[in-house]
């Protein structure tokens, strides 16, 4: 039987080798993996990078507190990002499911059109949802756009839900009986965290207080924009797009409040991703150098019979 | 068979509904630029799968036909000196031809007369003339969408991978992204991937046949619904047809191996509609009926891009999936019915139906007032009370956990909600169809309740969208306003509802108080176009011609059954005998009295014979066609006025109008006025297109 744990450990593994950075998750709420920096503000500019890491991705209104066995407010991505993307990728990724123990011979694995795109980050991507025996497991895309910034290189990134992926193969009722490790459940680990986080964004979350807060961390990444920092302030534009999905969940946001809302969060991503291409070109792009990053040249060629 | 071209493009997956369009363009633009180089192909066949677009050309010529072009030189005039000898003009003319100065020809042209030298193209190999045009049709494809990758390669639709280029065995070199065109293609990428070289259009068939691979999109349907309809039976029911799934399931593999799934019985209580929706949203399955088509059986259909499933992986892992999903299912319908419908009603305050136009609350109320309003136009009282209950209704189930997971199921959930509350047939009925219809092929709302409360729907939605001034332009619709206006004139003329649009319209846009930007009137000069564009179309499609329903709408729009009876009684009478004297009189009529002012008739002033049986034939029917009129019997009409036909033609050639008396020539032109209204009371006779030559005939004879 697989375990959760095992699926990072041989993904992690399986990613190593193809000459990613495993990353560490990022030590903020954020809703997506993708929103990590090492994702989303590595794809701009003409640096090659190549990272791997788990990432706890948190949908406030996505919480049943523990109830619904499909769907949680906080889950954990795996997620693989290669700029450029490598014209192998395709078949990088199927070996992936391979190194996760899936004899895909026995399996019907399908890429159904998914395009990818999130507002708040000025970001779209095309690409598909990987349906393997008609379950979605993977989201693969190859980013166009960042922080509203044309990409070139390209990058792409492939997003696994490590829950979903780990309770299909145990063809497992529920998220929460899915083994973490031998012996000990998902729910043991995690359950009591998904009611009390569901009550407290549905519940307990203080508006005001969200919402000065908002405001603040918005001011907060002015400042640091100003004084010429670009990560602190990408940091706060995060906090902004948490502390939003919170005021959400909680039902504080109306129709025309949210307009509004996205389009601040979306006009502090902009401005970092503008700042940061600006602060790594006056550093001199220190990536580009070959073998800056390992296994990466750079260059996409293809490894014949690779896949094969 | 010589002259056969070979292509094949292998990319990542291609989105199903780009392939076919994708397809076709290549395929176009290739043979229109080889047929515009005189190298039209005898045929073309084409291909694809998710994963390849494959193209082959037969019957095409070895190579272009030679060309030989002219090329204007120098006037004569310069071209010689005084002495007869040529000038620089011509030898620097010639020379740039490449031609001796001898050769040159003498063109007569209306600015005098020119030297042209004569150049000739020998034409290419079809191979040369291929590697130029085949690159350059794929990367102009326009697809919906594209992409780059790598390095900043694209834009296409998705990374290209292989390509096959052969022309009669032999390779046709291009490339493509990077990709150079060669010989060598693959198979399934997880089946059969390993590469393999083909040498024509046949063998690559049977290779890609001999790894289950079909090529050919159609034929991979075919198959599909033929094992499905097989399987369905061999389960004890019959498979519930879906044409467009099945076109999509056809493109998303290149084997069309059938997936067969169970679900548990305990499911069958959820409605049909919830299951079939939730299984082809979900999981693009189809699903299987018992052989009376009463009820569903606990089946599902669907593709796996492999031909067979003998570790049984992709059955169990799908009907794991169509579990999760069903019991999702399974409790927002139970969740849905705890509430019930009427207790969701106060949930549309907070669902906006557009952000300057209120909630859905307030549509509701506003779509009750309508209905009602409509009920008393039609004078239909005995449908008011279901009506105004189904129009309060008709948008609560947008509050229902169900609608907000499947969408689709708008209308059709509310509907079944009502049912099962006992609300009377008409009402619930009204609430499940009203968003029929939805395309060209559905069918109005059953019954007149359904039929009210649906065009209710869209008179708002038309009047409130239009009352903002968000008119739509070009090919930008985000409000559906032209699917909203079909539907409504569509309910009008099929559901023969005798009711004035534009005075409901009025009703609509006042029921939105002060919301609205603009004023009933502009709303009003704005929405009319509107529906008269899609009421041409309508009525084109039911094969009325153009110059038919522009005179009939020409005389204005009473309700539109009534507006459909005068262009269907235009359409029977045009081959009628008379009936084109009598258009062409009322284009002459309408030329004589075009500037005149109306004049009052006078009987006793008529002199000549003609005038005076003209008067008395038009005297003897005039009333007759008001009462046909008046009773909506618009062909009796047309052809008591084609009676006129004979009195009307001798009034022309023996009656001069303009004559020198003015009282006399003011009386002439009060009577063709006067024939002229009467003329005009079915369709204004003059939009009416005529045969020049047909005229001519007519007039002459």
Request: net charge negative; charged share 25%; with cysteine.
């Amino acid at each position: 039987m697989q375990t959760l744990q095992d699926m990072i450990l041989r993904l992690s593994a399986f990613w190593a080798a193809e000459g990613c950075v495993l990353q560490q998750p990022l030590d903020l709420e954020v809703g997506a993996g993708t929103m990590h920096p090492d994702t989303f503000l590595r794809v701009l500019g003409p640096e090659p990078w190549r990272v791997a890491y788990v990432q706890p991705s948190r949908r406030p209104a996505d919480g049943r507190y523990g109830d619904n066995p499909f769907r949680l407010g906080k889950h954990l991505q795996f997620q693989v990002v290669l700029k450029p993307s490598p014209h192998d990728v395709q078949q990088l990724y199927v070996q992936s499911l391979a190194a996760i123990g899936l004899h895909l011979a026995d399996h019907d694995l399908r890429f159904e059109e998914d395009n990818w795109e999130a507002p708040t980050l000025g970001a779209w991507g095309v690409g598909w949802q990987v349906m393997l025996d008609g379950m979605e497991i993977t989201q693969f895309t190859y980013f166009q756009q960042a922080g509203g910034l044309e990409l070139k290189p390209i990058s792409a990134e492939i997003t696994y839900g490590l829950e979903r992926l780990t309770m299909f193969l145990a063809q497992s009722r529920s998220l929460y009986d899915i083994e973490w490790v031998e012996g000990v459940k998902y729910g043991q680990v995690r359950k009591q965290e998904e009611y009390e986080l569901s009550r407290y964004y549905f519940e307990v979350a203080d508006v005001p207080f969200l919402q000065q807060q908002l405001d603040g961390m918005e001011r907060e990444a002015g400042r640091c924009l100003a004084a010429g920092l670009v990560l602190p302030a990408y940091e706060c534009a995060l906090k902004c797009s948490h502390l939003f999905n919170v005021l959400d969940a909680r039902g504080a946001v109306s129709v025309t409040e949210r307009v509004g809302l996205m389009k601040r969060v979306r006009d502090l991503a902009v401005a970092c991703a503008r700042a940061y291409v600006e602060s790594r070109e006056r550093l001199g792009f220190p990536l580009l150098g070959a073998g800056a990053v390992a296994g990466v040249s750079g260059a996409a060629e293809e490894v014949p019979g690779h896949a094969r | 068979m010589p002259g056969e071209y070979l292509l094949e493009v292998r990319s990542e997956e291609i989105p199903a509904r780009m392939l076919e369009p994708g397809m076709r363009e290549l395929a176009t633009r290739l043979f229109e630029e080889l047929m515009a180089r005189g190298m039209a192909p005898r045929e073309v066949a084409t291909g694809f799968t998710p994963r390849r677009l494959t193209l082959v050309l037969s019957g095409l010529p070895e190579r272009e036909p030679d060309r030989e072009e002219q090329v204007m030189g120098p006037p004569v005039r310069a071209a010689y000196a005084a002495d007869g000898a040529p000038t620089p003009a011509l030898t620097g003319f010639a020379k740039r031809c490449g031609v001796a100065p001898e050769a040159l020809r003498r063109v007569a042209t209306d600015k005098g007369e020119y030297l042209a030298a004569v150049r000739k193209t020998a034409g290419r190999p079809a191979g040369e003339v291929l590697a130029e045009l085949v690159p350059r049709a794929l990367a102009g494809i326009s697809w919906a969408k594209t992409m780059r990758w790598g390095s900043g390669d694209g834009p296409w639709v998705r990374p290209v991978h292989g390509l096959v280029s052969l022309l009669d065995g032999a390779v046709v070199p291009f490339s493509l992204f990077g990709v150079a065109a060669g010989d060598t293609t693959a198979g399934h990428p997880i089946l059969s991937p390993a590469p393999f070289a083909v040498a024509d259009a046949a063998g690559y068939r049977r290779e890609l046949g001999s790894r289950d691979i079909e090529v050919r999109p159609g034929e991979r349907r075919r198959l599909l619904a033929e094992t499905m309809r097989q399987r369905a039976a061999a389960l004890g029911g019959r498979l519930v047809d879906d044409p467009p799934l099945l076109d999509k399931l056809a493109a998303i593999c290149e084997i069309p191996g059938v997936l067969e799934g169970r679900f548990d019985d305990a499911f069958l209580e959820l409605p049909a509609e919830v299951l079939s929706t939730s299984l082809r949203d979900h999981q693009s399955a189809l699903t299987v009926e018992d052989p009376a088509g009463a009820r569903l059986l606990p089946y599902f259909l669907t593709v796996m891009d492999r031909p067979d499933d003998p570790q049984g992986r992709a059955r169990s892992g799908n009907e794991w999936v169509v579990a999760a999903r069903l019991a999702d299912a399974r409790f927002f319908y139970g969740e849905d019915r705890k509430a019930g419908l009427a207790r969701r009603v106060e949930q549309l305050e907070r669902l906006a139906f557009h952000e300057r136009l209120g909630s859905y609350a307030e549509k509701s109320a506003r779509l009750a007032a309508l209905a009602g309003a409509i009920c008393d136009a039609l004078g239909w009282a005995a449908e008011r009370g279901d009506a105004v209950a189904a129009a309060r209704l008709l948008k609560v189930d947008l509050a229902t956990e169900m609608v907000k997971e499947f969408t689709s199921l708008q209308g059709v959930m509310g509907g079944i909600y009502a049912r099962e509350e006992g609300q009377p047939e008409a009402v619930w009925q009204a609430v499940y169809d009203q968003y029929l219809p939805a395309s060209t092929e559905d069918r109005i709302p059953r019954g007149r309740v359904g039929r009210v409360a649906g065009l209710a729907d869209r008179l708002d939605t038309l009047a409130g969208i239009f009352g903002l001034g968000l008119t739509p332009t070009g090919s930008k619709d985000p409000f559906g306003l032209r699917r909203a206006a079909q539907g409504a004139v569509r309910i009008a003329l099929e559901g023969e509802l005798a009711l004035d649009l534009e005075a409901m319209a009025k009703v609509a846009a006042t029921l939105y108080g002060d919301r609205l930007t603009r004023g009933v009137a502009q709303i009003l000069d704005d929405l009319r176009p509107f529906l008269h564009d899609r009421l041409r179309y309508l009525l084109g499609l039911a094969g009325y011609a153009y110059d038919e329903i522009e005179a009939a709408l020409a005389v204005g729009v009473r309700d539109l059954p009534d507006l459909k009876a005068r262009v269907d009684a235009l359409h029977r009478m045009r081959e009628a005998p008379g009936f084109l004297t009598v258009v062409l009189a009322a284009k002459r009529i309408a030329n004589i009295v075009k500037d005149a002012a109306e004049q009052p008739l006078d009987p006793a002033l008529l002199a000549e014979p003609a005038e005076k049986d003209l008067y008395t034939a038009f005297a003897g029917l005039r009333h007759e066609v008001e009462e046909a009129a008046a009773t909506a019997d618009y062909g009796r009409c047309l052809r008591r006025i084609a009676d006129l036909a004979p009195v009307l033609d001798r009034f022309f050639v023996e009656v001069l109008v303009m004559a020198e008396d003015p009282a006399v020539r003011q009386n002439r032109l009060a009577l063709l006025q006067a024939i002229g209204r009467t003329v005009s009371r079915t369709a204004r006779l003059t939009e009416m297109v005529v045969d020049k030559a047909e005229a001519r005939a007519k007039s002459g004879g």
